[in-house]
């Protein structure tokens, strides 16, 4: 059984910053493609940020400048900068296993962005 866990989230001022990080666990092996989505209130799940197993990056338009992707040993972490009170919203973690294209999704994590 295949676990994404996702945690840093939390309330930060804007300007400020905050630091995402996503651990699989279970049968989450071979190559894969992970990305943060996010959620805010009445609104649909967008994609922020992807990186593929060869290490090719994309970005959200909004927080493209701001906010960076990229693996720590077996983390998946999204480095977020300059954060705006609209960068609030539910974050999620997903994996997408590159020759099964199983998908797999973490729980969400909160970030709040107020001053």
């Known amino acids: 059984q295949v676990q994404l866990v996702e945690s840093g989230g939390g309330t930060v001022r804007p300007g400020g910053s905050l630091t995402l990080s996503c651990a699989g666990s279970?049968?989450?092996?071979?190559?894969?493609?992970m990305a943060w989505y996010r959620q805010a209130p009445g609104q649909e799940r967008e994609l922020v940020a992807s990186?593929?197993?060869?290490?090719a990056t994309n970005y959200a338009t909004s927080v493209r400048g701001r906010f960076t992707i990229f693996r720590d040993s077996d983390k998946i972490v999204l480095q977020m900068n300059s954060l705006k009170p609209e960068d609030t919203a539910v974050y999620y973690c997903?994996?997408?296993?590159?020759?099964?294209?199983?998908?797999?999704w973490g729980q969400g994590t909160q970030v709040t962005v107020s001053s």
């Open positions: 279970g049968d989450f092996f071979g190559p894969r493609t």
């Open positions: 990186l593929s197993n060869g290490g």
């Open positions: 997903k994996g997408t296993l590159d020759l099964s294209r199983a998908e797999f």
